[in-house]
C-alpha cells in the first residue's frame, strides 16, 4: 500500500527509476478502486470514474516514464500511447518486463 502512496506522491519525478513491481501494484489498486467506485459507492458512477481516471492520468505518466528509465529506455517512448497498438507493447514493458538490475 505504501507503493500505492509513494507512486502519488512521486507525480512529478520524471527522472528516477520505478520497480515493475510498484507499477503492477499501482494500476491493481487501481482498477480495485474504480471498481469499488462504480459498482459500490456511486450513484452516478460514469461522471465520477471519468474523474478519477483524469485525476490518476499524471502519477500514470510518471510512473510509465520511470518504469521506462528502469529499462534503460528513453522517456520519450510513451509517445507509443499515439500509435495504434503501441499501447500494448508499452503495456507488455511497464508490467512484464524486467528491470535493470542496478539500483540508481
Not at 500514470?60 to 503501441?86: K, Q
Request: cysteine-free; hydrophobic content about 55%; charged content about 20%.
Amino acid at each position: 500500500m505504501m507503493d500505492y502512496f509513494k507512486v502519488w506522491m512521486n507525480s512529478f519525478d520524471y527522472k528516477s527509476k520505478t520497480t515493475r513491481n510498484v507499477a503492477i501494484k499501482f494500476y491493481l489498486l487501481n482498477i480495485l478502486i474504480l471498481s469499488l467506485l462504480k459498482n459500490v459507492i456511486l450513484v452516478d458512477s460514469r461522471i465520477s470514474v471519468i474523474r478519477i481516471a483524469v485525476i490518476t492520468i499524471i502519477p500514470a505518466i510518471a510512473l510509465i516514464v520511470r518504469r521506462l528509465h528502469d529499462l534503460n529506455m528513453s522517456g520519450v517512448y510513451i509517445l507509443l500511447f499515439l500509435v495504434p497498438f503501441g499501447q500494448f507493447y508499452l503495456f507488455y514493458l511497464v508490467l512484464f518486463r524486467k528491470g535493470t538490475e542496478t539500483k540508481d
